[in-house]
């Protein structure tokens, strides 16, 4: 079992910068690839940026490819997610996900553990 609690959304202004964060508790940290999921209103949730678990291996959604940056901490049992250009098409509810496969998978089934998402909202 693995707790996720994802924290730093907010508000910001198109442009701006935020850095989430998720925290992890349970089972090993390092066991499990990370991703970062989001969900704007009335669209399906997507994968914006995921992990492998060392780290080494990433991830990145086209939209957000050279703007956002995703993370981990192993020995803070941490994951981030530094998004940079904001854009008001990134206003969703982000959430942190860990899947026990080795590699990060794309699809949302794929992930066993999830957070309860953190908004984040780009006003323009």
């Known amino acids: 079992q693995v707790q996720l609690v994802e924290s730093g959304g907010g508000l910001v202004q198109a442009g701006g910068s935020l850095r989430l964060s998720c925290a992890a508790s349970?089972?090993?940290?390092?066991?499990?690839?990370m991703g970062w999921f989001r969900q704007a209103p009335g669209k399906e949730r997507e994968l914006v940026a995921a992990?492998?678990?060392?780290?080494?291996?990433?991830y990145y959604a086209d939209s957000v490819k050279g703007r956002f940056a995703i993370s981990r901490d192993n020995a803070k049992n941490t994951l981030y997610l530094q998004m940079n250009s904001l854009k008001p098409e990134d206003t969703a509810v982000y959430y942190c996900a860990a899947s026990s496969r080795v590699a990060p998978p794309p699809l949302q089934k794929e992930y066993d553990y999830w957070g309860q998402g953190t908004q984040v909202t780009v006003s323009s």
């Open positions: 349970g089972r090993t940290f390092s066991s499990y690839a």
């Open positions: 992990i492998r678990r060392s780290g080494v291996y990433t």
